[in-house]
């Protein structure tokens, strides 16, 4: 079963239009670009490695010829058909990994007159992954004693920080849930923040580049939060920035989540957990 | 002229009506129209029309109800739905009940208090002087890191300020503003959130949003707090109003939705918006203002699913956990309960859910962060609690909304376990059903006493306590110990403003259920509490709403001034304007429930005394509806004054009252109109002959009216009051007196002034002076002559002012006087007089018919017919041949009825004035045909078939 992309080409004109020539091209775009900091900034600059086409075709949907004043309407049909041993990845706007479809429209026209040319980005969404996905949940609880990267721990205040999230392996179209509480803490509390984290890895001829960057952070709890009262986590899976898990030959997406607890002396306390996202 | 001899009695019955029996059931205008009961109508609705017709029988045959059978349609419609209730009771199912009750549920009925009624009073409780900031960053979230650490440098920001745009990535910082340019910069926000909004611009509109919800995160200036609240949830409010109306429209194409639409309704252009906005929302970095415009856009749920806004209300309630300020969270869960409220009242599990999160979350209240934040800010803790009370009011009225008692129960034992809860006990009293704390109100007493003394003031919760006893009554036996335990706490108040504010509501309580004696003793706490250092100069409004609430209960004056303390209270309002006012309610309430006439000292006393503050109140300055105002007042006090008969004693009253208020002339006129009818009142008594005694004491009060009428300014009253009283006088025998006040009359006459300013407008007088002097000339009929004065010298008198009056120019007022005595003096000389006044001699019985007195008439007829004919003859030479016919013809009707035209030169002069009247045919004629048909009507009678003659000579212009 393959599914198609369909639509009009709509051409808008008071005149009668000359042209040589319309046609369609879809393109389906790996962009990978090296980060500076994995590979120095002149490899990045130079070495980006080769877009990987995922898909492409063309066709012509008008021969030469004239189009008559006013609005006309053509119709037209693109298998969505990977190419080769390929297979189409979800749409999906990075840092480093860009996976992105697009449909261009090209007219040609006479001497004298410019070609005219328009470009849309079309989304792309995997088929939903057959397997039941297995929630995985997981407790976690932060003090000064389970902190790693501490230079001085005597100079820590002391706090006992217990939650849970619902499922670590997520639906991309559920939000991200469950619960903190603030069992006690010395020092106020001033934000608490979750933090949407998405590791990319580009692989290249000197190895690979690993690169984990910020997508969206979203604040639960503000100010000094009341002890002992769960307080939720809830945070919507940005639409774009995100897409299901990806491991391939060339590149990986993952996301992380970070529930970070700023206290009011500017500690910052940072709890990473990996998520596996997927789409059902 | 010779007037001829009227028959008064046979004409009297010759122009009587036949008399016709007048059936009870008939029609009469006055008689009021009946509306006929609907229920009983039912039957003869369903039954034949023989029943419907039998019953209209009772009904006046009012012309709107007899076309719909005696039922009008209201009634009718009334009787509908009165039959139809207990049939559809009864046939009804479960199901049918169960739609009803849900529907009820769905709708916020008009017995909840809507968000607008709080939103002014908040405004104006929670306010502050000091200065206050707003900063606006309409940047994106990237750059925010960096900007507000670096510092900016003055000159910088207040480059930025003067950027009046949010273009994207300005930075406004707003300082030093006072609360009034605060509110104006919310409102600019709010003006120009719609017009981003309107020129498409969304992510503005949204920034906008965003940006303004921040700005609640922000709790400097706490006092402040509440007001801020108010002011940018309207901002909310708009942006949720427009987001959803936006979303609506697009699936009101091609036609519009219904309001119950559902999810199938909704294209998938409209939802992909929605779930857009839902997007953007969740994607908000700040916890605050995430919270805030998803909760201002969660009507648009319905757009997406059914379940949408069941499934946003809890999860928003619980996200509001995360707010670590008590204030701030307080006021969250009230725009939340608000917002739950309007879009989905059936959902009360999240507004109990928010009640009892802010239970558990209240210890933050008392917590560090909160008390150091106080102490910066050098407000104490009873004000910072009172800041809390707009929001848990609220929360606790769409909680205790129609939610049965066992729920009230359940929330008040929460309450009650925790410690130091006088600040949510004050909101369960607020917001629970009156009739609820009512029948607890000792329960509620005895949790006011265990709280702590030093958080919040035991006033506040006495005074809301109060409130609901106001409204709804406790037990029976609770009564009295409630009022001593309240009033024990009360008393020991020591400011006086918290003091007055809280006894003003109790003052309801004491009204209503208890004696004068207990209200005496709350007065005299209420006066003891607020005379030292006059601390009643800043209580007015409250005292006088004491005063309004006493009168509401109390409209038994006797009861009411009998009250030792009622009058030091009235003393307490010192202030001019504000005792008048006082004052006027008092006689309002006085005029409008004393329903007999009284005599009792002590209220006239008392009475006397407000009327007098009232009359003392009126200087230079009053303006003239102030004046009439308070003088109704005091009229109707008068009126309601009486000493049954006890004559004098109701003068001796009047003369009092004349000294009192003086310069109130309504009030004046009332005391003559009273001592007249007194007069008139002795003569009923005496059955119509003075005893010497009573004789005495009618001329007394004709000297009381001679005496005063003079004091008066306005002239016409004046005059009346003379002719009025000189009535009196006549009816009661007093000649004399009469004759002083006609002749008092008749010499005011010249002073009247030719425009009288009627209603502010410059209106001339003639038409006024007319009419006195006409019916002053009817009673001129029945005064006999002065025995030392010459035959008809008032008349005469009379006369030589009008000639002497200067009339306005070009007016022929003079001349219809001259036309309208002619009546007078034919009646004068009838053997017997149209009407005499009882025990009065009029002339007919001094002069007998005398020849001489006859001829005295017929030559001051004479004189006047010869004035009249001259001026006739000057109309003639000049413009005016309009008037000359018109007052030609008045002249000749006077002749027609009054004189004996048998006489050859009255005849004659009454044709040629007919011709005079016909010749410039300025005349009606349709008048001009009837009467010659009277004339005709008139010449079939034996004596006067002599008009047949002159019929003949008579012609219609038309005819000529």
Known sequence: LVEVLAGVVVITSKEAVQHQGISLTMEGLVNLQLSSKSVGVFEAFYNSVKPIQLISSNIEVAKPGKVPGGKTEIPFEFPLQAKGNKMLYETYHGVFVNIQYTLRCDMRRPLLA???????????????????????????????????NVKERTSLPKFVI??????TNCVITQPLTGELVVESSEVAIKSIELQLVRVETCGCAEGYARDATEIQNIQIAEGDVCHGLPIPIYMVFPRLFTCPTLETTNFKVEFEVNVVIVLHDDHLITENFPLKLCRV | MHARVRKYGAELQRCRLDAVPVDLGD??????ITVTDSRSRRGGRKGSTSSSSSSSSSVAPDPLSSMLEGTDPLSLF?????????????????????RKRRENEEEVGADFEPWSAKRGEILARFTTTEKLSINLFMGSDKNKASSPSSAVSEKVRTRLEELDDLEEGSQRELLNLSQQDYVNRIEELNQSLKEAWSSDQKVKALKIVIQCSKLLSDTSVIQFYPSKFVLITDILDTFGRLVYERIWSMCSDPRPIPDSFSVEDVNDTAKETCLNWFFKIASIRELIPRLYVEAAILKCNRFLNKTGIQETLPRLTAMIRGIGDPLVAVYARAYLCRVGMEVAPHLKDSLNKNFFDLLASFRQIHGDTVQNQLVIQRVEIPVYLTLYSPAIHWILQCVAYRAPDVLLTEMMERCKKLGNNALLLNSVMWAFRPEFVAARATDFIGMIKDCDEAGFPKHLLFGSLGRSLACADPPESERLPILNEAWKVITKVRSPQDYINCAEIWVEFTCRHFTKREVNTVLADIIKHMTPDRAFEDAYPQLQSVMKKILTYFHNFSVLFSMEKFLPFLDMFQKDSVRVEVCKSIMEVFIKHQQEPTRDPVILNALLHVCKTMHDSVNALTVEDEKRSLALLINGFIRMVSFGRDFEQQLSFCVEARATFCNLEPVIIQLIHTVNQLAMETRRVMGGSHSRKTAAFVRACAAYSFITIPSLTSIFSRLHLYLLSGQVALANQCLSQA??????????????????????????????????????????????????????????????????YTWEDNSDAKVRVYISALPLLAAMSQESYLYTIPKVDSNETLYGGDPKFVAEISRLCETLIGQVLDH??????????????????????TLLAHGDLRNNKLNQLAVNLWNLSHKNGHCDTRTSVRTLEHIKQQAQQPELSHLSDMLLRLSLQSRA
Not at chain 2, 80 to 89: G, H, R
Not at chain 2, 752 to 772: C, H, M, N, Y
């Open chain 2, 27 to 32: 029609y009469h205008p006055l008689k009021p």
């Open chain 1, 114 to 148: 410019k070609d005219l040319s328009k470009t849309c980005e079309f989304m792309l969404h995997c088929q939903p992954q057959k397997s039941k996905v297995q929630p995985t949940p997981v407790d976690f609880t932060i003090t000064p004693e389970t902190l790693q």
């Open chain 2, 78 to 98: 009334a009787a509908a739905s009165a039959s139809e209730t207990p049939t559809l009771s009864h046939s009804s199912s479960s199901v049918e009940l169960g």
């Open chain 2, 739 to 804: 004759d002083a006040f006609l002749k008092a009359a008749v010499s005011v006459l010249p002073e009247v002034p030719r425009t009288i300013s009627v209603e502010g407008k410059q209106r001339s007088s003639e038409a006024f002076l007319l009419d006195f002097i006409n019916s002053f000339l009817s009673t001129l009929l029945v005064v006999p002559d002065h025995p030392e004065q010459g035959v008809l010298y008032l008349v005469r008198g009379l006369l030589n002012m009008v000639q002497d």
């Open chain 1, 162 to 167: 217990r939650g849970h999230l619902d499922a």
């Open chain 2, 872 to 893: 006739l003859k000057t109309l003639g030479r000049e413009e005016g041949v309009r008037r000359q016919g018109s007052l030609a013809f008045s002249l000749f009707s």
